[in-house]
């Protein structure tokens, strides 16, 4: 074998070395692109939730090394194509309960991540982002967390501020601790809106008392459709209570109002006056709204002057608010979790929940120091008053019964269906309660049992 003379050796060594460090260069190239990930974002296809697109490059830009895809679906769709999605192994990385479904449903179902230790890694503490703590554990179970508060709803009162001058009546109070605005004197004020004509133009109502789900109003009149347990019990009822006393009265209470006080909108009103807002109280025509505070992102529209009240008394003196907190998740199939995690909490950041509120149309942020600038989103209405509202609902509030029971998208199909007839006037409650009383124990078995 023919020795390398040293020329020979220098240049060998040369071509050794810069295969080396071509290498070398190569690989951290490869080790950079595969520290760049995307993650998954999945939606409504509303423009209060696709505002999130407008987020990602501040996003991106801050976090190079994750890219955010956003996916969305129609509202009647948004259970059934997240179900199809994990079915088939392409589960997104971020949602939230933003169709009939809700926490409950799909912790039962296996589908949320448990995010405590990587929430402990990051020493993360509710209060760095201005979050309640009895807000953050809505979405903890035996301890560990499987969901971050995102925006937080609240029942209101609004009132049609030109009817209430009209008839002479004097505003309702944004104060809570006012002993003095009860039910009873609700339906009283509303009596003396209401003017009942078979000629839907010409008809006007008094109160549209929208409060809650159909299967948790009974609870604002002290009665209770589910037993005690459900609460402790993962979601999961043992017993329903449909046809005892206080619940079916209750009902009664509630559709008296439309069929025997005759001060609340009919259903064939409501669709008629509707339009494409598709709430009636935007009409002009109803003198006050119990609903979800997603009705003050119309306040823009209102062709009259509108006043936001607190929920009157009812029976039930520490229920008087439903809350809707809407939490993001990231799925249990991530890929990603942790890149997950850090896009929910740039979600949860004041600066960005602050431009969040102007962006989506006004969400209200879970963030309390953004929910400052979200007191003072409405044209016409004082922030101090909505604040006030917002503060006593939260002190007299149930988290909404959709987020808390399990196989609820089933649940609350049955009783849109069932109630149907009462609400249209052709049945009793007494005559219609047992026969839910039984479909629903069934079907509350059945899911149980999943």
């Known amino acids: 074998m023919k020795r390398m003379n040293k020329r020979s050796k220098a240049a060998l060594s040369l071509m050794i070395g810069l295969a080396l460090v071509l290498t070398a260069c190569s690989g951290a190239n490869d080790a950079k692109s595969d520290s760049t990930v995307t993650i998954t974002h999945y939606t409504i296809d509303s423009p209060d939730r696709t505002f999130v697109e407008k987020l990602i490059p501040d996003f991106e830009k801050k976090h190079p090394n994750i890219k955010v895809k956003v996916t969305k679906a129609p509202y009647e769709q948004f259970d059934s194509k997240l179900q199809s999605s994990i079915a088939a192994k392409n589960a997104p990385d971020v949602t939230s309960h933003w169709g009939y479904g809700g926490f409950m449903e799909y912790y039962n179902k296996g589908i949320l991540a448990d995010l405590t230790e990587i929430m402990k890694s990051d020493n993360f503490k509710a209060s760095d982002y201005s979050i309640p703590e009895d807000v953050m554990n809505i979405y903890k179970v035996d301890g560990k967390t499987y969901g971050i508060p995102l925006n937080s709803y609240v029942t209101v009162m609004l009132y049609n501020k030109d009817l209430f001058d009209k008839a002479g009546l004097a505003y309702p109070p944004t104060n809570y601790e006012d002993k003095s605005w009860t039910f009873e004197k609700m339906v009283d004020y509303a009596a003396k809106m209401t003017v009942d004509s078979k000629d839907l133009s010409k008809a006007q109502y008094g109160v549209d008392f929208g409060w809650g789900e159909r299967d948790q109003r009974p609870q604002y009149f002290n009665g209770n459709v589910y037993s005690e347990d459900t609460w402790t019990n993962g979601g999961k009822p043992t017993a329903v209570n449909l046809t005892k006393p206080e619940v079916v009265q209750a009902y009664k209470t509630i559709y008296g109002l439309i069929w025997d006080k005759k ?13 494409q807002f598709g709430d009636p109280f935007l009409s002009g025509k109803i ?30 003196k520490k229920v008087r608010s439903v809350l809707y907190v809407d939490p993001l998740f990231v799925l249990k199939d991530s890929k990603h979790p942790k890149e997950a995690y850090e ?19 006004g969400n209200p942020p879970v963030n309390q120091k953004a929910a400052e600038k979200y007191y003072s989103n409405f044209e016409g209405i004082d922030p101090k008053q909505i604040k006030e509202v917002y503060e006593g609902a939260f002190k007299y509030g149930f988290e909404s019964y959709n987020h808390l029971i399990s196989g609820y998208s089933q649940i609350n199909e049955l009783f849109i269906n069932e109630l149907a007839s009462v609400e249209n006037g052709e049945k009793k409650v007494e005559e219609v309660l047992p026969g839910i009383q039984d479909k629903l124990s069934k079907l509350i078995q059945r899911t149980n049992k999943q």
Do not use: C, H, R
């Open 287 to 316: 003198g006050m709204s119990v609903v979800g505070s997603w009705s003050l992102a119309s306040a823009k529209d209102f062709s009259f002057k509108v006043g936001v009240a607190a929920v009157p008394q009812g029976p039930n």
């Open 263 to 275: 001060v609340s909108p009919t259903p064939a009103f409501s669709k008629s006056v509707s339009g």
């Open 343 to 361: 896009w929910i909490k740039y979600l949860i950041s004041t600066e960005v929940q602050e431009k969040s509120i102007e962006l989506s149309g």
